[in-house]
C-alpha cells in the first residue's frame, strides 16, 4: 500500500517524499487534522526532510488547531538545524492555544541553544501567556537554574505579575523552593527587597524564601525577638544570632535618629 506524504515525511524517506511532491507538487502543503508535511517532519526531526521542503517552498506559516506552526514544533525539538531552517520572524512570538510562543516551548524543555537563537532572533522575553506567565515565571517553576541564567541575559522584565499576582521570586518560592534560584534574581539586578538586601549582606540568603513567604519584609524583621525568629523557621542557632544581631543594630539606628 502506498504511504501518503504526511507518512513519508514522518517516517523519513526523502526519496519517497520527493517522487510524491514531484507527482502532485500541491500536496507539500496538504494537510491532515491540520498537519502538514512540514509539521510531521519538525515533529520526528527528519533534517534532510524539512531541508527539502523548504527548498520547495513549503508553507513556514501554516498551525494546526492548537495554533502549532513549524517553528514552535521544532522549539521543543532540541534540533539546532530544524529549528534555524523554519524560522520566520513573521511567527516567532505566535501562540499556541495556550498563549505559548517558540520560547515558551524551548525553555520547557531545557532547549538552551534554541533558547539563544530565538532570543537573537526577536523573540519576546516578556511576552505572556493565558495566564499572565513569562518564560522566567516558567523556568523559575521548573527550577531551571541554567535557563534562568540564560533568560537573566537578555534582561527581563523580573517585577512582572502573573494573574494569581506572582512574580518569578515568588513562583521559585512556591514551586521549587530553591533559595540559590532567589539569589541568583536577586543578584541580576538591584536589590529592590531590602531585606533581600540586608540578608545578602550577612551571607544568609538561603532563609529569604522561608521569610518572603510569611510576607515579613524588613519592617516585620526589624520587631522580632530571637524567639520570633524560631518561630519564624530559623531554627539553628548561628544563623538566628546572627540575624538578631543585625535587628539590634537595625533598632539602634533607628533610636539615634529619634
Known amino acids: 500500500m502506498e504511504q501518503n506524504l504526511h507518512t513519508q515525511c514522518s517516517l523519513g524517506n526523502l526519496k519517497s517524499v520527493m ?4 507527482r502532485n507538487p500541491s500536496s507539500i502543503n496538504s494537510s491532515i487534522q491540520g498537519w502538514s508535511p512540514l509539521l510531521f517532519a519538525c515533529y520526528h526531526g527528519r533534517e534532510d526532510i524539512v531541508a527539502y521542503l523548504i527548498q520547495m517552498k513549503a508553507d513556514l506559516l501554516i498551525a494546526d488547531s492548537q495554533g502549532q506552526t513549524a517553528l514552535l514544533i ?18 516567532v512570538n505566535s501562540e499556541d ?3 505559548w510562543t517558540p520560547l515558551f516551548h524551548a525553555v520547557n524543555v531545557g532547549f538552551e541553544l534554541g533558547i539563544h537563537y530565538l532570543l537573537q532572533h526577536k523573540a519576546d522575553i516578556n511576552h505572556r501567556d493565558k495566564s499572565g506567565w513569562t518564560v522566567l515565571m516558567l523556568a523559575c517553576s521548573n527550577g531551571a537554574q541554567n535557563i534562568i541564567h540564560i533568560l537573566l541575559k537578555y534582561n527581563p522584565d523580573k517585577e512582572t505579575v502573573n494573574e494569581k499576582k506572582e512574580s518569578a521570586e515568588d513562583i521559585i518560592i512556591k514551586y521549587s ?3 540559590s534560584l532567589v539569589s541568583l534574581l536577586q543578584l541580576q539586578t538591584p536589590h529592590s527587597d531590602a531585606l533581600a538586601k540586608l540578608l545578602h549582606e550577612l551571607n544568609l540568603d538561603k532563609y529569604y524564601p522561608v521569610l518572603k513567604s510569611q510576607q515579613i519584609g524588613l519592617n516585620e524583621f526589624s520587631r522580632m525577638n530571637e524567639e520570633d525568629l524560631k518561630t519564624a523557621g530559623i531554627t539553628l542557632l548561628g544563623p538566628r544570632r546572627k540575624m538578631y544581631l543585625a535587628i539590634c543594630k537595625l533598632k539602634g539606628a533607628e533610636y539615634k535618629r529619634d
Open 177 to 179: 523552593r530553591r533559595s
Open 19 to 22: 517522487e510524491s511532491i514531484t
Open 97 to 99: 492555544s495556550n498563549g
Open 74 to 91: 521544532a522549539a521543543s525539538s532540541n534540533n539546532m538545524a530544524i529549528l534555524s531552517s523554519v524560522y520566520d520572524e513573521r511567527i
